[in-house]
């Protein structure tokens, strides 16, 4: 039998061994994840602020664009849909699987501020 992306796997599709535990892991520490995906975003935030004061410019076309006409409101704004779309699939994962989602949307905004930081540093 098929299943669409939104019926849940029945218990035979569930994970074990090393996978089962990571993904128990992520999700006894969704909370976590949740505040770390909120400090990448304030820090992308910030340090592409600090960054474009001091002389950096924005690679991104789309970025460069929504600050040129917008500044850090609309950059903020360009991460809002990013931000639902992660929630609305976290609403319909099964919850073993919920912690993947901060995770997913944590990593790029965590190198987006590790690249911002080492730019700041190289430039200052």
């Given at each position: 039998?098929?299943r669409t992306a939104f019926e849940p796997a029945d218990d035979s599709e569930e994970p074990s061994g090393r996978v089962a535990e990571a993904l128990d892991t992520l999700a006894r520490?969704?909370?976590?994840?949740?505040?770390?995906?909120?400090?990448?975003?304030?820090?992308?935030?910030?340090?592409?602020?600090?960054?474009?004061?001091?002389?950096?410019?924005?690679?991104?076309?789309?970025?460069?664009?929504?600050?040129?006409?917008?500044?850090?409101?609309?950059?903020?704004?360009?991460?809002?849909?990013?931000?639902?779309?992660?929630?609305?699939?976290?609403?319909?994962?099964?919850?073993?699987?919920?912690?993947?989602?901060?995770?997913?949307?944590?990593?790029?905004?965590?190198?987006?501020?590790?690249?911002?930081?080492?730019?700041?540093?190289?430039?200052?």
């Open positions: 039998m098929t520490r969704e909370r976590a994840l949740w505040a770390v995906v909120a400090f990448a975003l304030v820090g992308d935030l910030l340090l592409t602020g600090y960054g474009l004061s001091i002389g950096l410019v924005e690679q991104n076309p789309v970025a460069a664009s929504v600050l040129g006409a917008h500044g850090l409101v609309g950059m903020a704004a360009l991460k809002l849909p990013a931000t639902a779309l992660a929630l609305g699939w976290r609403a319909v994962l099964p919850s073993l699987y919920r912690g993947v989602v901060p995770v997913a949307l944590a990593l790029p905004w965590l190198v987006a501020l590790g690249v911002n930081a080492g730019l700041i540093l190289v430039v200052s």
